[in-house]
């Protein structure tokens, strides 16, 4: 039997608090862009503790520490903080991620940035709140888009393919911002703050919850070919406020990324 949402969102509360502290200790997993903090491993441990006692028999799929149990018929995807770059310099663009799949489908969702006071959550087929709020993506144009994303910074490899889809959009569409964080742009594409998201690969605790959040809100997601999201693996990730946007958005990505 599945939990609350409110159960869901206690409990990332909780675990928040985890987070909001000035002793932390930093580490590198093989480079300085990729680190993990102590928090991260703290928040993580807390969540599989106290999500597990909701639904007995569940599976983990988490950041840290390798956990990859997908055999279960419920499975928590987590990442306990989403955005440990901007945690560690202080920048409150980092988020306790909380996705619930049931099967193969994410059935609900939680992104809590405590530094901002933000909370967005959603069940399938109830909507999408942020703070007790129903939120909604814009109705804006491409030409009037602002598009969140960001450069590869785990496969420099790819920096040149990401950088002309960037440039080619760019030059289409409003303006770009990079925001550090996947979970938290999603959110701001599900409420209007910006319209467009691309990143070129992603793992699945980065997008699991924050992808339920946004198609609840009215917008669209998928991976690179225009396929929907598979949650068993890292996937790049392409997502609108609306349908022609995304549709806009994909041939880009598309045009760059056939040779890949």
Request: hydrophobic residues 40%; aromatic residues 8%.
């Amino acid at each position: 039997m599945k939990p609350s949402i409110n159960s869901i969102i206690q409990i990332a509360k909780e675990a928040s608090s985890l987070m909001l502290t000035d002793t932390f200790e930093i580490s590198q997993k093989g480079s300085c862009s990729n680190i993990v903090t102590s928090s991260d491993l703290a928040v993580q441990d807390f969540l599989c503790k106290r999500l597990g006692t909701l639904i007995p028999g569940c599976g983990f799929i988490c950041e840290e520490e390798d956990m990859w149990d997908n055999t279960h018929e419920y499975t928590w995807i987590i990442d306990p903080i989403d955005g440990t770059a901007n945690y560690s310099r202080g920048i409150a663009q980092c988020a306790v991620c909380i996705g619930l799949k049931h099967n193969a489908e994410i059935i609900m969702g939680v992104v809590y940035l405590p530094m901002a006071n933000e909370l967005f959550y959603a069940e399938k087929g109830k909507g999408a709140f942020m703070n007790n709020k129903k939120i909604h993506v814009s109705d804006r144009t491409f030409n009037n888009s602002i598009m969140a994303t960001a450069l590869p910074v785990y496969h420099k490899e790819y920096a040149g393919v990401c950088s002309e889809i960037i440039l080619e959009t760019f030059a289409q569409c409003n303006d770009i911002r990079r925001f550090g964080a996947c979970a938290p742009e999603l959110c701001y594409l599900a409420m209007g703050r910006c319209e467009l998201y691309f990143e070129y690969l992603l793992s699945t605790w980065d997008f699991a919850a924050a992808s339920l959040i946004l198609t609840e809100a009215g917008g669209v997601i998928t991976n690179l070919k225009g396929e929907p999201l598979d949650f068993k693996e890292a996937s790049g990730v392409v997502a609108g406020n609306n349908r022609e946007n995304h549709s806009i958005l994909l041939e880009i990505v598309k045009r760059h990324t056939s040779e890949q």
